[in-house]
T-cell receptor, first 115, second 112 residues
Framework: AQKITQTQPGMFVQEKEAVTLDCTYD???????LFWYKQPSSGEMIFLIY??????QNATEGRYSLNFQKARKSANLVISASQLGDSAMYFC????????????FGTGTSLTVIP | DAGITQSPRHKVTETGTPVTLRCHQT?????MYWYRQDPGHGLRLIHY???????DKGEVSDGYSVSRSKTEDFLLTLESATSSQTSVYFC???????????FGPGTRLTVT
């Protein structure tokens, strides 16, 4: 079974609008962390935001927020006020803390911001 | 970025030749990882290390071996490269805080 599922291969958003990138995960580990990374065309992996499984509040980092719904096992990334520089691949990832420290990635969502 | 460097950054090699990729970190992180990135697959874990000489397999470990003789260096070896190992390889290290997972710049490997 897939540990991380990203069902949107490609997304388009108008500049200055908000966009939600979907991510669902599968784990039986009670302690885990959820991550979002941005990969621009230059190829580097840029950390955006983190949510711990025991965190009560949704994580926010500037224009990024993580909509964490634990019962539904979803960790959607919300980007507010999209900018042209947000055009990139976005990856959701999970680390299970107890079952070996492995780090799992989804297949990514390609976001294009339209001027 | 936790001072993670990878070498070489680009390599073209022939089928059947051995290849070693190096990952070097300067922050004394305990956990280090090797991933490969292919279109449609995201990043997949090849091997990881939880200390000097302590390594374990990831989901796509066949055809790869690793070694970690020093905290700062994590080597990935393709004993006999195949065209299916053409990929971009990323090294990563885990920091002390839960959110810290740092990536190197990647190595683009082409096996002809």
């Amino acid at each position: 079974a897939q540990k991380i599922t990203q069902t949107q291969p490609g997304m388009f958003v108008q500049e200055k609008e908000a966009v939600t990138l979907d991510c669902t995960y599968d784990t039986s580990d009670p302690s885990y962390g959820l991550f979002w990374y941005k990969q621009p065309s230059s190829g580097e992996m840029i950390f955006l935001i983190y949510q711990g499984s025991y965190d009560q509040q949704n994580a926010t980092e500037g224009r990024y927020s993580l909509n964490f719904q634990k019962a539904r096992k979803s960790a959607n990334l919300v980007i507010s006020a999209s900018q042209l520089g947000d055009s990139a691949m976005y990856f959701c990832a999970m680390r299970e803390e107890i079952t070996g420290n492995q780090f799992y990635f989804g297949t990514g969502t390609s976001l294009t911001v339209i001027p | 970025d936790a001072g993670i460097t990878q070498s070489p950054r680009h390599k073209v090699t022939e089928t059947g030749t051995p290849v070693t990729l190096r990952c070097h970190q300067t922050e004394n992180h305990r956990y280090m990882y090797w991933y490969r990135q292919d279109p449609g697959h995201g990043l997949r874990l090849i091997h990881y290390s939880y200390g000097v000489k302590d390594t374990d397999k990831g989901e796509v470990s066949d055809g790869y071996s690793v070694s970690r003789s020093k905290t700062e260096d994590f080597l990935l070896t393709l004993e006999s490269a195949t065209s299916s190992q053409t990929s971009v390889y990323f090294c990563a290290a885990r920091g002390t805080a839960a959110y810290e997972q740092y990536f190197g710049p990647g190595t683009r490997l082409t096996v002809t």
